[in-house]
């Protein structure tokens, strides 16, 4: 066979093999592939490969002859072990230069000569056997079967791209088009890539049904969170899910990154959260916050709701905007966590911190001289029509004239409706091209006058939202104006009282915000034999589903975990009723987990169950010393749980014990209720 032929099947071999698991066919392993079909041809001199390995070449031919050690498993064996090294560093490209050389040897058991497979020992290996049906590769007239053979591997090649990229699995998921077939794929692409649902759904309000490409947010229960037309809204096949996925598949978007920060709000207001989170990239809170007062949150029953609850107020998927309206309820006790999703290109700043891409925060820089002491920031006061219409953040540097904001009035949507009514007017030949560019330009117009530009140059050292309405939101921006602004404001480097640019509020931001706390490293792992038997994840409780069900956040990401080894009373199945003492555990767990920082152990090789749930231990602080406490053995000491012993884990003897114990003192649910322990 001709080195192109080689070459192709080569690729297609490995485009098949990556099917299999769902890798995605990187181009450094297809060329280590056709570099592994290239090496069996060291033994011949007159090849690519001999003529630049011409002594070697010559040396193997007098020795061994053609088709003999390098066209043999023994071969092989020997490539693999001279390659370690590579497969220590890159296991998949090692694994592609060993399937690249065993697609030679192969592909030419299919001529008439065929390989020695088995060298030393054995006769010549073909497929097929019959003479007449394998190619002569010495006859120049069969030439044309060996391009017809390239031709076909080559169109193999193509149609085995896209099935690699999705994997076997991946491809019957995108058959069936059944949502719950996606969400442990949704959770192996999230963590490293944004994720679309594309597919066909139809609204359980208006009973709408369209196409569409929807990012995906988070998952929530049996579903996802999506953006649908601006707005956060749920996809799934409870009668809760705002959208029904008809047919439905995941898309993997471009490459993300998430970062987590947490900020402890305890004795603070709302609006102090407004420095922390970067308004210009994609974020959403999460939290559980005690408040001094009740507040009343909306329900919206067509869309997604990120607030719940009064004086204690839950956080999930929230933005900034939507707790503007409570900017000024005080926090008794709480932490928000905030999730940045940063795509290629993008920087995450907040408060208190430079650009951020996973490097350690930096201060801003100071732009005041040694000599000149820093002058009173000069507060600017303007409204925007939503705090997306805000456009600068904390620590960015403006000049004269810069854009800060844009506001929204009445007259400026009423020309945004008109101007698009005239374009769909002219596209349909109703109108001439210059009634459509007065539309356009009376719309610039006001624009223009409804833009918020900076009356100096400066430095962004605040941000106070002092009132939030629908379509109106009071902000005021406090600047600092840059050293040569700040000599002529005050000379001989006194400050003073600060001009009055627009309006100074009456009320300054306070020096004493609230510090960035990042999560801690995580300890060895708890629970198992060994460290390297088992995985351990710092995580932050977001809700309690049931006594041992909960979601929590890891690093970003959101997971449903089940704890191992005990079972509550059900209190949220689908097909039993509550059962008694299930309301009582569920208290419990929810008490004394949510909004908690947790440590979550469990083994890599046994993560999920079949319901795509995380099987772990969880571990925290309860008694103040610094030994953590296992929650699952808490639920069964407390006669919250009976042991579910169906599959062997560590504690299991100490769980029966501690079971055993709870029920002869008619602890809890051997008190109250009429179970049994399991396998009684």
């Known amino acids: 066979m001709r080195l192109p032929t080689h070459v192709a099947f080569a690729s297609v071999f490995w485009f098949g093999w990556s099917s299999l698991f769902g890798w995605q066919p990187e181009g450094e392993a297809i060329a280590l592939a056709a570099v592994g079909a290239l090496l069996p041809e060291i033994d011949t001199p007159h090849s690519l490969l001999g003529s ?31 390659t370690i090294p590579l497969a220590l560093w890159q296991f998949r490209s090692w694994l592609a230069l060993l399937l690249g050389f065993l697609s030679h040897l192969l592909l030419d058991m299919g001529t008439r000569e065929g390989v020695r497979l088995l060298w030393p020992k054995g006769g010549r290996c ?9 190619l002569d590769s010495k006859d120049y007239f069969q030439r044309r079967t060996e391009t017809a053979i390239f031709s076909a591997f080559l169109l193999l090649g193509v149609t085995l791209w896209p099935l690699a990229s999705m994997g076997l699995l991946g491809v019957m998921r995108y058959a069936l088009a059944d949502i719950e077939g996606t969400f442990q794929e949704w959770r192996i692409l999230s963590s490293e890539w944004e994720v679309f649902l594309r597919g066909s759904f139809q609204d359980r309000i208006t009973h709408e049904v369209f196409q569409a490409k929807l990012p995906i947010v988070d998952l929530e229960g049996e579903g996802y969170v999506v953006v649908h037309r601006g707005e956060l809204r749920t996809v799934g096949k409870s009668p809760e899910h705002n959208l029904y996925p008809l047919r439905v598949h995941l898309v993997r978007g471009e490459r993300v990154q998430d970062r987590v920060i947490q900020v402890d709000l305890a004795g603070r207001y709302l609006k102090e959260l407004l420095p922390y989170p970067d308004l210009s990239l994609e974020h959403y809170l999460y939290g559980n916050l005690e408040l001094d007062r009740p507040i009343e949150v909306p329900h919206y029953p067509d869309r997604f709701n990120p607030l719940q609850g009064s004086s204690t107020l839950k956080l999930k998927l929230a933005r900034w905007e939507d707790l503007l309206p409570y900017q000024d309820v005080k926090v008794r006790s709480g932490t928000v966590i905030i999730r940045t999703r940063l795509r290629e290109g993008e920087v995450l700043r907040t408060a208190h911190q430079g650009p951020h891409q996973g490097g350690p925060p930096t201060e801003p820089p100071s732009l005041v001289s040694p000599g000149l002491s820093s002058p009173e920031p000069i507060p600017l006061k303007f409204e925007v029509a939503t705090i997306r219409d805000l456009l600068v953040k904390v620590g960015d540097q403006v000049e004269v004239g810069d854009l800060i904001g844009r506001r929204s009035t009445d007259r400026l949507n009423r020309l945004a409706i008109a101007l698009q009514r005239a374009r769909a ?63 002529l404001l005050h000379p001989g480097g006194s400050t003073g009282s600060p001009p009055k640019f627009l309006e100074t509020p009456s009320t300054t931001p ?26 351990c994840e710092i995580a932050q409780v977001l809700d309690v589903v049931d006594g041992d069900t909960l979601d929590v956040l890891i690093g970003g990401r959101q997971e449903r975990v ?34 908690r920082k947790v440590w979550l152990t469990y083994k890599p090789s046994e993560r999920y169950d079949k319901y795509g749930r995380l099987l772990a231990y969880v571990w925290l602080n309860l008694d103040g010393d610094p030994e953590l406490e296992l929650f699952n053995e808490e639920l069964v000491r407390g006669g919250y749980a009976r042991v579910y012993p169906f599959f062997h884990f560590r504690y299991l003897d100490e769980f029966r014990s501690l079971e055993a114990w709870a029920r002869k003192q008619g602890v809890g649910l051997w008190g109250e209720c009429s179970f049994e322990p399991y396998g009684e």
């Open 52 to 82: 630049f390995t011409l002594p070697l070449s010559e040396r193997i031919r007098a020795r061994w002859g053609h088709r003999t050690l390098t066209h043999s498993l023994l071969g092989l064996l020997i490539l693999a072990a001279l």
């Open 126 to 134: 073909v497929f097929p056997g019959k003479d007449s049906l394998r």
């Open 425 to 487: 007017r002219y596209d349909a030949g109703l109108i001439p091209e210059t009634e459509l560019r007065a539309a356009e330009a009376q719309y610039r117009e006001e624009v223009t006058l409804n833009e918020v530009r900076s009356p100096l140059p400066g430095t962004v050292r605040s941000i106070e939202i002092k009132e939030a309405k629908p379509g109106k939101v009071e902000v005021v921006v406090y600047l600092e104006p840059d050293p040569s602004l700040a000599a």
């Open 510 to 535: 306070t020096s004493d915000t609230p510090v960035l706390t990042p999560l801690e490293e995580c300890p060895p792992p708890l629970g198992f034999e060994s460290a390297a038997s088992a995985a």
């Open 562 to 595: 089940r704890l191992i080894g005990v079972d509550t009373p059900e209190t949220k199945h689908p097909r039993k009723p509550v059962e008694c003492y299930g309301p009582e555990a569920s208290q419990f767990t929810k008490e004394t987990l949510e909004g």
